[in-house]
Nanobody, 116 residues
Framework: QVQLVESGGGLVQPGGSLRLSCAAS????????MRWYRQAPGKERELVAS????????NYADSVKGRFTISRDNAKNTVYLQMNSLKPEDTAVYYC?????????WGQGTQVTVSS
């Protein structure tokens, strides 16, 4: 069955960096675009970054442009989110996601907390 397993979250000081990973299994990873979303307490889930199946095109929310980088390794069935210059407002649970035949698949999420 489809599995998305996020890792790499944690507590980091403002200005710090984290690299999130999402290990995928149970589907043909290389043919699907992938996305990272986040959800802060009391807020709606928002799209942070997306990448096409081959990795040739990426898009970012305005709030993270220039600080976050999404990438993928199709040989390892893994998508990454490199997060630099982190701010307290980046605190959220981060989820990886893909859409197949109209159905959204989600991982369990990984908590990112940016605080001094």
């Amino acid at each position: 069955q489809v599995q998305l397993v996020e890792s790499g979250g944690g507590l980091v000081q403002p200005g710090g960096s984290l690299r999130l990973s999402c290990a995928a299994s149970g589907f043909t990873f290389r043919i699907y675009g992938m996305r990272w979303y986040r959800q802060a307490p009391g807020k709606e889930r928002e799209l942070v970054a997306s990448i096409t199946n081959g990795g040739g095109s990426t898009n970012y929310a305005d709030s993270v442009k220039g600080r976050f980088t999404i990438s993928r390794d199709n040989a390892k069935n893994t998508v990454y989110l490199q997060m630099n210059s982190l701010k307290p407002e980046d605190t959220a649970v981060y989820y990886c996601n893909f859409l197949r035949t109209g159905f959204n698949y989600w991982g369990q999420g990984t908590q990112v907390t940016v605080s001094s």
